[in-house]
């Protein structure tokens, strides 16, 4: 997902030249699901940069891999629905999801452009779509609480709830976490966490039954019509509610390795450190694409 506007990071951050040789972050988390077998890409991201990112992609991965760049828009919804109001921007991270709808026939990841997920989280989702006792299940690539927070200001993210087999239970979204001493507290709420929980970081294993899910919950919000100008729907969101209807089970899997992201122009210098370090240690080639 690549269809951000990076208000609190001052540009489009997705598009920001991080790596050694001025790679995008996106293009690392590629990198890394190519090596464990993935051969599909599909890029979301707004209409005005499609053409941008197609060149941009199409240059740099190998030929076998298919390529699809497409747009998340404001009137793509469901048959049947409308929507006339002045909203400025598409309808969240689960209708960026259903945007690509009629491309995907197979159990596929989903991640943030603008994230750095690991290698480790590419080979645990990779082994986990193709573990058959897991056939028709999803997943959740967690991350730890307080690996994941921003020195610069508070961050979203999506705590979650798990039982003893993995299985998830539920995920609540905190819009304004920031680490205070010892703790690390919702702004919002008040509610205090120790910073060990887990967290969803957006990379979630899918299956298409998602693509109905999300089209179902669409159409009730567009219908219910209340704060469309500028109401979302987040993918925790509507996985929450298939757990919830015992629609599909939930699996927590190991990201088996370090997340990091750019939440604020301030996070750059980090991410930049990041990416030249793993490089020389021999992590990536540089440059990524030969």
Excluded at 251 to 270: H, I, L, Q
Aim: hydrophobic share 35%; net charge negative.
């Amino acid at each position: 997902m690549a269809a951000g506007s990076g208000s609190r990071y001052g540009k489009l951050k997705q598009f920001d030249g991080l790596g050694p040789n001025e790679e995008f972050l996106m293009e690392f988390s590629i990198f890394d699901a190519l090596e464990n077998d993935f051969d599909h890409v599909v890029a979301i991201t707004k209409k005005d940069n499609v053409t941008f990112l197609r060149d941009h992609l199409s240059a740099r991965l190998p030929k076998k891999i298919k390529l699809d760049v497409i747009a998340q828009e404001l009137m793509d919804i469901p048959e049947g629905c409308s929507y006339t109001g002045e909203r400025q921007k598409p309808w969240g991270t689960a209708h960026a999801v259903w945007t690509a709808r009629n491309l995907i026939n197979n159990p596929f990841v989903v991640i943030n452009a603008d994230d750095y997920y690991g290698k480790g989280a590419f080979k645990n989702a990779a082994n986990f779509i193709k573990d058959k006792k897991y056939k028709d299940a999803y997943g959740l690539v967690g991350y730890t609480l307080k690996d994941t927070l921003s020195e610069h200001g508070s961050v979203s993210r999506g705590v979650c709830e798990a039982n003893d087999k993995n299985t998830l239970i539920s995920v609540v979204e905190r819009t304004k976490l920031i680490q205070k001493g010892n703790v690390v507290v919702d702004q919002d709420s008040g509610v205090e966490f120790t910073g060990d929980e887990l967290v969803s970081m957006n990379y979630w294993i899918c299956r298409p039954t998602i693509f109905k899910a999300i089209e179902k919950d669409l159409r009730s919000f567009l219908q219910k019509g209340e704060n469309l100008e500028k109401g979302e729907i987040y993918i925790p969101f509507v996985i929450q509610e298939m757990v919830q209807r015992n629609e599909v089970m939930v699996k927590v899997v190991p990201s088996g390795g370090k997340w990091f992201g750019v939440t604020y122009a301030s996070d750059r210098e980090m991410a930049v450190s990041q990416l030249q370090e793993t490089t020389d240690k021999g992590g990536y080639p540089s440059p990524l694409w030969k």
